[in-house]
């Protein structure tokens, strides 16, 4: 690594958890943020400064007033911009070191599955079931870790999926095709700094993935109420009947059974029908 780079990371490296090895692990990373809103600017802009190597960028929206109530890496003169354009514009200004790749159109298909291979992890910062599925399924497919977050009105949620671990539960444990009511932020409102909450988090997990450090959100889901500022965390675990990771021999099923009972996906359809930024 370099003097600049040194100097550049210095309040990170000091940190003996980190140190040189782990901001090397950054820089050696791929990270892939789907979404460029509410969530993904936060997300993108924080792992940018922190030192990730490479991210992947994809968007197909453009930039509108309505989004600068939040949108943080996109200004008054993005407007008409695409997401990523405008986005990326931040991003380099914000760190001229960080590789990015931009894809300006709805990330499905092959074309998700190929840019989720080769990421190190993949953040979650969409706004609607369809995508959160298949990106579930593209990061079991090619066993990614997902960072998931989500935010409406004054309510956010994060959650983090390792199907490396054998124990860990994926988005569709917690959700199922098909039962969600949908609901977004041009329907609902969202107060700005939720999104940043929520992003700040989901960046803070990628960080701690990559490197190693602490203990990832992995089975467990912290669903914040911003009116009250307090953080509930439910333990998530896997479920043996999941669609999309529930194909599993009768071992983990002898595991289960009880807690299947209380199964937090339950509880949580109450609390958080709503998953969009
Ligand atoms: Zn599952």
């Known amino acids: 690594m370099e003097d600049q780079q040194l100097l550049r990371y210095s309040r990170q490296i000091m940190l003996p958890e980190l140190d040189v090895a782990g901001q090397q692990k950054l820089q050696e990373a791929t990270v892939l943020i789907i979404g460029m809103g509410g969530l993904g ?20 929206d453009t930039v509108e007033l309505t989004n600068l109530q939040r949108q943080i890496a996109h200004s008054q003169a993005d407007i008409g911009k695409s997401k990523v354009t405008s986005a990326s514009d931040t991003l380099k200004g914000l760190n001229p070191e960080v590789q990015l790749s931009l894809i300006d159109e709805r990330l499905q298909g092959e074309n998700l599955e190929r840019n989720v291979k080769i990421a190190t992890v993949v953040v979650d910062a969409t706004d609607n079931f369809k995508t959160r599925f298949s990106i579930n399924q593209a990061c079991l497919k090619f066993r990614v870790p997902l960072v998931s977050g989500a935010a409406i009105r004054m309510e956010g949620q994060v959650a983090v999926f390792d199907s490396n671990q054998q124990d860990s539960p994926c988005y569709q444990c917690l959700y199922r095709e098909g039962d969600e009511e949908e609901a977004s932020c041009s329907q609902n409102g969202v107060m700005a700094p939720v999104v940043g909450i929520v992003g700040s988090v989901q ?35 896997r479920d043996p009947h999941c ?3 529930g194909k599993i021999d009768g071992y983990l099923l002898l595991l289960y059974p009880l807690t299947r009972l209380s199964s937090p996906r339950v509880l949580n359809r109450a609390a958080t029908t709503s998953l969009t930024h």
């Open 41 to 60: 600017c936060p997300v993108a802009m924080y792992l940018a400064a922190a030192g990730v190597g490479h991210l992947i960028i994809a968007d197909d």
């Open 243 to 245: 669609s999309a990771c």
């Open 203 to 237: 960046a803070m997990e990628t960080l701690k993935i990559i490197t190693g450090i602490g203990e990832p959100l992995v089975g467990r889901l912290l669903l914040l109420d911003a009116r009250s500022m307090q953080w509930r965390e439910l333990k998530l675990p």
